[in-house]
């Protein structure tokens, strides 16, 4: 209110009496003295004439020097924004309402859209727009208030956070798939915390849930909140930390806006879903958060898998690994088997076709060299008997004859007994050449136990006897050992 | 912090013999391992497995109240499950 005091006077000299009313509607009158001499009309008696150029410039000239910088507080109603750059706009409150204009050559706060409904402070000059003689407030500044201020706020953080990156999708997490640890960050009474103990309750009974109580609205709900994160983090024993609240007015879920619990979430170890509010509130914690529930239902329904779930995942592994395993152990009874029909087992039978070959020509050879030796000694007996026929009886030719069948019996067995020991050698050579294409196999891990003489294959460990001696051959050793202890298998006990 | 039923405070998560056992059946898929390797996984596998089902057969929901003690220290406390369960009496759970 500093400025000169005038004394305005009337023709009458009757003091003015100038009223006006503050924002809240009451009266404030002020006697004013409005006596400036140049205004003053010489003729007495005459009342003065204002041209209405004349006065609206005296009212400006006074009003400009009464309130050079003044704020008001109202809110926006008929807001235009003209293609200059200039915005026009009303401030109003429950009684009155106050023209504005805020030239686009005024500094704007940015991230303000300035827009009916916004309660704003307006700094500037009332002055009176001549063209039309009304009065304005020239805006020098225009900032919001309230939810408005909220707004900007949350915009400034949002823009400084997600510059350093604490919102980058390369930061978010996973959540674990096989949760049992939850966590939650809420307050304890309202509904929130029901709900999730319920979803928890109803699809993982088996879950452990901890709650690390915070004050999520009101003063110091930012504070509560980011120190019930911490103290999850610092105890650890969790595999998802919840930290959310209900659902509430803009004002009530701001804590969730507040650079604290961004910047605890962002620290956590244990990956955060967040939920906050409904559907359709999205605060910086969401932001922070690796995932954002749209509730806290929602938050329940993701932190842990149902038990069914569970219970699926685990019974399809256990199938699994023995399908697995029983692949394996199939692959190499293949390999196995693969040796037994290879050359290491066919040998055998090329090696006794071999000998019998051999075997056939040696019974050629022999049956032809008999034929000769038996026709020589026919052809021998032959002259003899025809020497000896006069004095030597019949029953020497009977004799001959029986020698005769006799060395040709001996000559077949002889042979017979040759295909015996081949094969037998065959065998041999055979088994040798099996052993020794089993290496592979040993190599995989198979070991043969011989019995103590080496001579058995053990086959049945449920035979063998403590203190009794075995011989293990591996790849590339044997080994003597003793059994001390011999427990029947329990494999077919495994689920 | 007592807990009548639950693991001992150092002893392996769900969560982390559930990923052992997908990483087991991971290498048995592999096919690089040798018979006793095979063999072992499968024996490490199924006792996970067992151990992993015995946790969900957990029936009952365990509810724990986190704060700190006097010097700081995280400290939790069980809730009944009872008193939580008491939605028509009291707005409030029992922390």
Partial sequence: MAGQRLAPKDPDGHTQTLAAKDRDGRTMS????????????????????????????????LL???????????????????????????????????????????????????????????????TVYEARGSMQLKAERVSPVGFGALQIRFEELKRKLQAEGLFAVERKRELPRYATRVAIVTSFSGAAIR???????????????????????????????????RLVNDWGDADVLIVGRGGGSLEDLWAFNEEAVVRAIVASRIPVISAVGHESDITLADLAADVRAATPTHAAQQAAPSREEARHKLHQLAVHARERLLREMQRDRRHLDGYRTHRAFREPHRQVAEGRQTLDNTRDVLARALEGWALRRRSTVGS???????????????????????????????????????????????????????????????????????????????????????????????????????????EEETP | ??????????????????????????????????L????????????????????????EQRIQKLTRDAQGAPRTEPVAEDDEADEGRSGELPF
């Fill in chain 1, 64 to 126: 400009g020097g009464e309130y050079p910088s003044i704020t008001v507080e109202g809110e926006i109603t008929d807001f235009r924004a003209h293609p200059s750059g200039h915005e026009y706009f009303c401030i109003k409150d429950r009684r009155a309402q106050l023209q504005v204009v805020f030239f686009a050559s005024q500094p704007r706060i940015r991230g303000v859209q300035l827009k009916n409904g916004l309660a704003v402070r307006v700094t500037g000059t009332i």
């Fill in chain 1, 384 to 490: 003899a008997s025809t020497r000896l026929r006069a004095h030597a009886p019949a029953r020497v030719v009977e004799r001959m004859r029986e020698r005769l069948l006799e060395l040709r019996r001996r000559a077949e067995r002889a042979s017979i007994t040759d295909l015996a020991k081949r094969r037998k050698e065959a065998g041999a050579r055979a088994r040798l050449l099996t052993s020794y294409d089993y290496r592979g196999v040993l190599r995989r891990g198979y070991a043969l136990v011989w019995n103590e003489e080496g001579a058995r294959l053990v086959n049945r460990g449920r035979n063998l006897r403590p203190g009794e001696g075995i011989r293990v051959q591996f790849h590339d050793a044997r080994a003597e050992a003793s059994v001390t202890r011999v427990d029947p298998s329990t």
């Fill in chain 2, 36 to 59: 006793e390797e095979s063999i072992h996984s499968f024996e490490e596998g199924m006792a996970l497995v067992k151990r992993c089902t015995e946790v969900l057969d957990q029936a």
């Fill in chain 2, 1 to 34: 912090m007592k807990r009548k039923e639950g693991p001992a405070p150092d002893a392996p998560t769900f969560e982390s013999m559930m990923e052992r056992l997908e990483q087991l059946v991971g290498t048995l898929e592999s096919g690089n391992l040798s």
């Fill in chain 1, 195 to 229: 709900d999730m103990l319920r979803i928890l309750r109803q699809r993982a009974p088996h879950a452990r849930i901890t709650v690390a109580p915070a004050r999520v609205q009101g003063d110091g709900a930012a504070l509560s909140v980011a120190a019930a994160i």
């Fill in chain 1, 30 to 61: 002020a006697r004013r003295n409005w006596g400036a001499a140049a205004r003053f009309d010489p003729r007495e008696g005459e009342p003065h004439v204002y041209t209405v150029g004349e006065i609206v410039a005296e009212l400006n000239a």
